[in-house]
């Protein structure tokens, strides 16, 4: 059975710094990975995807994240947090069957 | 991207009554419809399974007498939460899978609240 593990429940930083949000994985085929973001009462949103290919992925609002198949690792990147960044943040893994497992989720507060 | 639009947005209900929720592909056939509750401050638990024109297949734990889930079309699938309690107040969301099956598209979820 495939998991996700996001082991940063809370991660606060200062709006301008880096971030970095860990993600874990353990699945025995080839993962399919994605980072979504949420807002409180909101609905999922797409940051980016891991499919194949090159393993440093570009997405939205400035996030990259970087698939680490020998640390089964896919970990989220922003140079620059903004006040804005402020949610909580979903890895997820999906199955060739489409089936999405969620990790537990990070919370991200940004300090001004 | 593919959209997948899901209502209604919010509902409240009175305890014991059943409300419909429903989940459609706009610009997509979706050959498989995922079934998820959050409850606050949690992460996202798949609760079931669909596909077009069969049963639908129910995660551990999950009455599938009370979470009734109809896919009765490629472009359709439909929770109906029988018998509300305010225990099952949540956060539902649905997503779709095409024929690619490597991404799900999500709905904007539905707040569900029993009174």
């Known amino acids: 059975a495939q998991s996700v593990t996001q082991p940063d429940i809370h991660i606060t930083v200062s709006e301008g710094a880096s971030l970095e949000l860990r993600c874990n994985y353990s699945?025995?085929?080839?993962?399919?990975l994605f980072w979504y973001v949420q807002s409180p009462g909101q609905g999922l949103q797409l940051l980016l995807k891991?499919?194949?290919?090159?393993?440093l992925v570009q997405g939205i609002k400035g996030f990259e994240a970087e698939f680490k198949r020998s640390q089964s690792s896919f970990n989220l990147r922003k140079p620059s947090v903004h006040w804005s960044d402020a949610a909580e943040y979903f890895c997820a893994l999906n199955t060739n069957a489409g089936k999405s497992t969620f990790g537990d989720g990070t919370t991200l507060t940004v300090k001004p | 991207g593919a959209v997948v639009s899901q209502h209604p947005s919010r509902v409240i209900c009175k305890s014991g009554t059943s409300v419909k929720i429903e989940c459609r592909s706009l610009?997509?056939?979706?050959?498989?419809m995922f079934w998820y509750r959050q409850f606050p401050k949690q992460s996202l638990m798949l609760m079931a399974t669909s596909n077009e024109g069969s049963k639908a297949t129910y995660e551990q734990g999950v009455e599938k007498d009370k979470f009734l889930i109809n896919h009765a079309s490629l472009t359709l699938s439909t929770l109906t939460v029988t018998s509300a309690h305010p225990e099952d107040s949540s956060f539902y969301i649905c997503?779709?899978?095409?024929?690619?099956?490597?991404?799900?598209?999500f709905g904007q979820g539905t707040r569900l609240t029993v009174v």
């Open positions: 891991y499919f194949s290919g090159d393993t």
């Open positions: 997503s779709a899978t095409g024929t690619q099956n490597t991404e799900a598209f």
């Open positions: 699945y025995g085929a080839t993962p399919y």
């Open positions: 610009d997509f056939q979706a050959t498989t």
